[in-house]
């Protein structure tokens, strides 16, 4: 039964993922039920990024929002365990495209932009110099692996200690 309410709660958090990239006013997960309310034509909504940007990384969101529950694990890239770059390094991987496994290379191997223009897939960063990384899914929120102990999860941008900062992968 828990192997079933976890798949129950990814297949959630990729439709979430999923609806933030197709621009849906407001989404929540409330009671385990999954809800979406369109925008309003009156609604003031933060900008959504073009949509060819959002397919563009269709997979990679799919591919973190598929590792939400796995541990984390100093060095790992794989389901049997990630860090925060090793998560990243994944879940571009999955759709062809490679990045370093160290956030402060990822960092450079993405060009900088900023919050007003970040989209679900791209990259946030945190900290001077880079010590922690994750995928932007849009509203503020991100997916990432966070610290020993701990599992992949979606986070707020603002949970980290640091301010965030962004870079979209070239």
């Known amino acids: 039964l828990s192997v079933m309410r976890k798949q129950i709660r990814i297949r959630n958090v990729v439709s979430i993922i999923v609806m933030t990239m197709i621009g849906v006013g407001s989404v929540a997960l409330d009671s385990g039920r999954l809800s979406a309310a369109p925008r309003s034509a009156t609604s003031v909504a933060a900008p959504v990024a073009p949509l060819p940007h959002n397919l563009r990384f269709f997979g990679v969101m799919q591919a973190a929002g598929s590792a939400i529950g796995q541990p ?27 990045l370093p496994h160290s956030s402060g290379a990822q960092r450079a191997a993405t060009t900088p932009i900023p919050l007003a223009d970040a989209a679900s897939g791209d990259l946030v960063f945190f900290g001077s110099p880079v010590h922690h990384v994750g995928i932007y899914m849009g509203n503020g929120l991100m997916i990432h692996s966070p610290r020993s102990g701990d599992v992949v999860k979606v986070a707020s941008i603002h949970s980290m200690a640091s301010s965030p900062y962004f870079g979209r992968v070239k």
Not at 76 to 96: I, N, Y
């Open 72 to 98: 984390y694990r100093w060095g790992g890239e794989s389901p049997g365990g990630f860090d925060c770059s090793g998560l990243v390094r994944w879940s571009f991987a999955t759709s062809g495209r490679y």
